[in-house]
C-alpha cells in the first residue's frame, strides 16, 4: 500500500490565523459546520467551516460570499476536483501540513493552483520532483503546461529525455496534449529513434482521434511538422509513405520535403532542423551527407 508523505509548513502568522494550531481532528468536533461541499464525480459530501475557509483562502471567500440567511443553506458543488484531493486541501487550510500521494499529488496541484494556494502549491511541486517517475512524468508534463508551471515543465522534459522510451509507452504520454507534444518533438535530446517516434505520434493520434471524434490527420495537424522524416532511410521512408496513404497521418508535403532531403543529401534543405538529428537517432547510411553533429 503506498505511503503518504506528511508536508509541513512553516507556523502560521500571528493574526486572525494564530488560532489554528491545533489537529484537524479537533477542529471537526469543536465548532458545528455551517457549510457543505458535494464534491467530485462521486458527489461526496464533506463539511467545514465558513469562517476558517474563508480566512485562510480568497477563493473559498469569493465562493461561500456572505453569512447564509436562516434555513439550511444549499451545498456547494464541485465536481471538477476529486474528493480526495479536495480533503488534502481542507487538511491543509485546517493544519498548515498536509500528507501527499503520489497517485494523487497532481489533483492536489492543480487544486492548490486553482484556488491560489500558494504555499500548498510549492509543498506539491516539491514532492512531485521528488517522486518523478516514468509512469508520472507525462502527467506532470501535461499539468506544468496547463498552468504555466516552468521549472516543472523543464524537470519533466529532461526526465523524458534521459528515459524517451519508457515515457512513450506510459497511458500519460497518449492523453498529452498538443502544446505538451510539441515541446517533446521539439527536442535534439530526446533517446529514440525517430522511427519510434512516428510511431509514438500515430499512437497519439489515434488516441485523440477516438476521444475527439475527429480525423487521425486533423488531431495529428499540430504537431507532425516536427517528425524528422529525413532521418529515416529510404525503405522506411516508402513504407511510411505506403502506411499514410491506408491511414492519413502525415501532410503528403512533408514527405515529400524529406524525399528532396535524400535526392539533394547536402545543402540548404539538408541543413533544416527536418534533418537534425536526435540524441537517440539510431545511425544509417544517408546521415553522412547530413554533415550534422549529434547533439
Known sequence: ???????????????????????CEEWLFALPFDVRFVVGQERQEVFAHRCLLACRCNFFQRLLGPEPGPGV????????IP???????????????????????????????????EELRELCLGFVVKVLDVELVCEALQVAVTFGLGP?????????????????????????????????????????????????????????????ERPVAEVAAPVVRELRLALLAPAELSALEEQNRREPLIPVEQIVEAWKCHALRR?????????RRRRGTLPREHHRFLDLPLK
Open 267 to 275: 545543402g540548404d534543405t539538408a541543413r533544416g532542423a527536418s534533418c
Open 73 to 80: 443553506p444549499s451545498p456547494v458543488v464541485l465536481s471538477t
Open 152 to 212: 516543472l515543465q523543464e524537470r519533466c522534459i529532461t526526465f523524458i529525455e534521459a528515459h524517451s522510451q519508457e515515457a512513450l509507452r506510459t497511458r500519460g504520454f497518449l492523453e498529452l496534449s498538443a502544446p505538451a507534444l510539441l515541446l517533446l518533438l521539439r527536442s535534439d535530446k530526446l533517446c529514440v529513434d525517430e522511427a519510434d517516434l512516428v510511431l509514438a505520434a500515430r499512437s497519439w493520434a489515434r488516441v485523440g482521434a477516438a476521444v475527439l
Open 1 to 23: 500500500m503506498e505511503k503518504g508523505v506528511l508536508v509541513r509548513k512553516v507556523p502560521l502568522p500571528q493574526g486572525s490565523e494564530a488560532t489554528v494550531h491545533f489537529s
Open 83 to 117: 474528493a480526495e484531493a479536495f480533503l488534502a486541501v481542507l487538511e491543509f487550510l485546517y493544519t498548515n501540513s498536509v500528507k501527499l500521494h503520489r497517485h494523487s499529488v497532481l489533483e492536489v496541484l492543480t487544486a492548490a493552483v486553482e484556488y491560489g494556494l
